[in-house]
């Protein structure tokens, strides 16, 4: 008996062996299963790779294409400056997008389409380059059109310069003319100045208050005006009448070509106007007094555009001082034949 029992406890313990058997077959066969398929796996990996390894060698040709051609634009024209930058800032964007996939193992899909995507901008980038060159070669045709513009107004200029010399040898040759005409217009002008001094000398004779000072006949102001007034008295209108029939008479002598007219100065004393009266300032009284003479000769016959009035005032003094003497002899009406 107790031989059964131990035979049957062998047999039971050895029940266990074949079903550890079949388990270490499946795991075995399991993982040569994962083997045939990490190494199926690494073949299509290595295939890949092997393909990006071509598609970056060609990537890198045409870089090195791109490169060759934006370097001569570069030499055909400075204006494509800004896009070639461009383009090189586009070329290393590309070169690190190809370092970047050639560091990719995994997501092969992925890496093939941007590597798609890189070959779609090197296509844009390559007609971008085309659009460039026809730009440079429409420029070069531009700066051909122009240098012959300048070529024609190169010569227009010389052509206008030759023109301007003449014209300005001729300029000379008036000019030297015209001098010489002034300069006889002025000697005539002299000499009727001199013929017009000699008749008021002998009109007016020799006085006091009627003198000549350079080229001017010099009137105190007491001989036509009452003090502070810019009304002629009627011994001024007396004296005035004497010179209008002097320059009438002087008018039908000057030829009409020769542009004169007789000025008519007003000057005062610089002893200041009260404020109450008439006027303002001796500016005003001795502007007002030329202007009364001068309408007065337009009055008897003399030629309006043949007379000319100014005031000074008390500014152009002909004696310094404040005694009475100087500061009568610088209250006077002046009359001078001068050129217009």
């Known amino acids: 008996m107790p031989q059964l029992a131990r035979g049957r406890r062998e047999r039971r313990s050895l029940d266990y062996w074949p079903g550890f058997v079949d388990a270490l077959s499946t795991l075995v066969l399991a993982v040569v299963f ?20 071509s598609a970056l060698t060609r990537l890198n040709r045409q870089i090195s294409e791109l490169t060759d051609l934006l370097a001569l634009e570069k030499s055909r024209g ?31 899909a992925g890496a093939a389409g941007r590597l798609g995507a890189v070959t779609g901008e090197l296509d844009a980038q ?23 513009q300048l070529a024609a107004l ?26 010489v005409a002034l300069a006889q217009r002025v000697q005539e002008l002299a000499r009727y100045r001199s013929d017009f001094f000699g008749r ?14 350079g080229d001017r006949f010099v009137f105190q102001s007491e001989v036509l005006f009452d003090t502070g007034s810019a009304t002629l008295s009627p011994r001024g209108h007396a004296e005035l009448d004497k010179i209008a029939s002097a ?20 000057h005062t004393d610089d002893r200041p106007l009260s404020g109450a009266g008439q006027f303002r300032s001796n500016w005003d009284l001795s502007a007002a007094r030329a202007i009364a003479v001068v309408q007065y ?39 001078k034949l001068t050129e217009r």
């Open 247 to 266: 320059i009438t008479e002087l008018t039908r002598t000057i030829p009409a070509d020769i542009p004169w007219v007789l000025r008519v100065d007003g």
């Open 297 to 335: 000769l337009a009055g008897k016959g003399v030629p309006p555009q043949r007379l000319l009035a100014a005031g000074f005032g008390e500014y152009q003094p002909l004696e310094l001082g404040d005694s009475d003497q100087a500061r009568a002899r610088n209250r006077r009406i002046e009359m």
């Open 126 to 148: 390559k007609q971008i380059s085309a659009k460039a060159l026809s730009q440079v070669e429409l420029l070069n045709q531009q700066m051909a059109a122009l240098r012959s």
């Open 78 to 108: 400075r204006n494509q400056m800004l896009e070639l930058d461009r383009l090189r800032s586009s070329l290393a964007a590309l070169d690190a997008e190809k370092n970047r996939l050639q560091g990719l193992a995994d997501g092969a």
């Open 200 to 213: 008021l000398r002998q009109i007016l004779g020799e006085r006091d208050d009627i003198r000549i000072v």
């Open 34 to 53: 994962m083997l045939s398929i990490f190494a199926v796996l690494q073949y299509y990996l290595g295939q890949e790779i092997s393909g990006k390894d």
């Open 154 to 179: 190169e010569q227009a200029l010389s052509a206008s310069e030759a023109r301007d010399r003449e014209s300005q040898a001729r300029i000379a040759d008036l000019g030297s003319r015209l001098n």
